[in-house]
């Protein structure tokens, strides 16, 4: 009898199987299932797309296995038909920690149905059971039914190409599909990365505002106090609005004046500003008291003599 | 949690973990916001605060107008200046027999220094005759 090396050292491939021992690992490995731990069907269906098929899988499965259980469904195409495979996740990983192997250990996870090729002739799985492609499909049998001088081939699993893998993460059902976590994702990236450039846009719009104050702070650094600015403000601003009305209040003044109406005398003190106007003849003189009205002088006339007055 | 957990939840997880990140960006959006609100009534009202005080100081506040001052005395002949006396930051002149061209002269110069005027008295003497008298501070 020859002995099969089940555990592949180059590649880490092993083959799970009930009768397995007991296993210890550094790193992860790709496990092959072997028929004790899925259910398998082969169909010619008229589908286009792995998609497609995989939604009819359960129902294809209903007479084949145990509905009390959540099945996972793997589907592949094989040659011109649908390769269906039906497992259990929760009871390969509860097996695969009674024989030593975490599941965080496990990077894929393949079917010995991928295998139907190079198990034309039998491999040694254990003292009780063999692995071998009988019509196609890759059987467990009992290694009492074989002769006592059957060949049992050598398999190197590192070189034999696999495809069609699945992990253990993915073989469980996710309430979102990949193509709409993919599609909603990006959308929600791309709305981050549009709020994330609005608020710098809006941040960096105040950057120059801040910048002309940083000027003007550095060449005045002691207006930083905003007690001093309003001190400041406080002194300068009713001198400014004071001295602005003087001024604009003597050149209204002397607009009132002509050739008929002439000033005798102007006084500003304290608030006051007063003039004494004399006119020629009373409609100047009404005159001179409409214009002194209609720039907010209060106006008394004495006979020819108008006196106009402002409070500041 | 485990690693099989995370796994199975691998699309809800990366989607989770898009929401999250859009929702933190709408909340830097928002606080970006809130700041430039905040900020830049404040920063505006800092920099019209330092120009207006910095053109008030300007105007007001007396710089070189004890030489500005001094206009006020050259523009009428010396004869029609009764006296013109500056001390410290406070002149008080007094002008007689203006006419009414050196009135306005004596007037405008005064108008367009920025000084304070504390008293202005214009009085007619006689025809075409004006006398002034004025105080006036920095």
Known sequence: MLTLSLMDKNNNRLFIHKDMEHVTLEHSVEIILTPQFYTFIREDLDVKFTYQAKQIAASLFDDYIDNSFDYQYHVNKCNDKWCFFAYNIEEIDQFLESVGIEKHRVSKIYFAQQLNDELKEPIYLSEKNILQTIDDIVTVIPSRLMEANSYYKSLNLSEIKLSSGITMGASLDSFISLKETIILSSLFLILGIIFITEGNRIKSSIFNENQKLTELLDENPKYTSSLLRKSILDKYTPIDKKEREKRQSIKEISKFLSAKSQLQSLNIEKDTIVANIQTSDSTISKQVETHAKAKRFKSTSNGLDVKVEKKL | ?138
Not at chain 2, 36 to 42: D, F, G, L, M
Not at chain 2, 58 to 66: E, F, L, R, T, Y
Not at chain 2, 99 to 121: D, G, M, Y
Request: aromatic content about 8%; overall charge positive; glycine content about 2%.
């Open chain 2, 1 to 138: 949690m485990n690693i099989m957990t995370l796994q199975r939840y691998k699309n809800e997880i990366i989607l989770l973990v898009a929401i999250l990140f859009a929702l933190f960006a709408f909340i830097y959006k928002l606080s970006a916001n809130s700041y430039v609100q905040e900020n830049q009534t404040i920063i505006q009202k800092q920099v019209t605060e330092i120009n207006t005080i910095t053109n008030l100081k300007d105007q007001w506040g007396g710089k070189n107008m004890a030489n500005r001052v001094k206009t006020l005395k050259t523009a009428v002949t010396t004869s029609k200046v009764k006296s013109f006396n500056k001390k410290s930051k406070k002149l008080i002149a007094s002008y007689m027999n203006l006419t009414a061209n050196e009135l306005n002269k004596v007037t405008n110069k005064l108008i367009n220094i920025p000084v304070q005027i504390v008293t202005l008295n214009i009085n007619k003497n006689g025809k075409n005759q004006y006398s002034m008298e004025l105080t006036c501070k920095w």
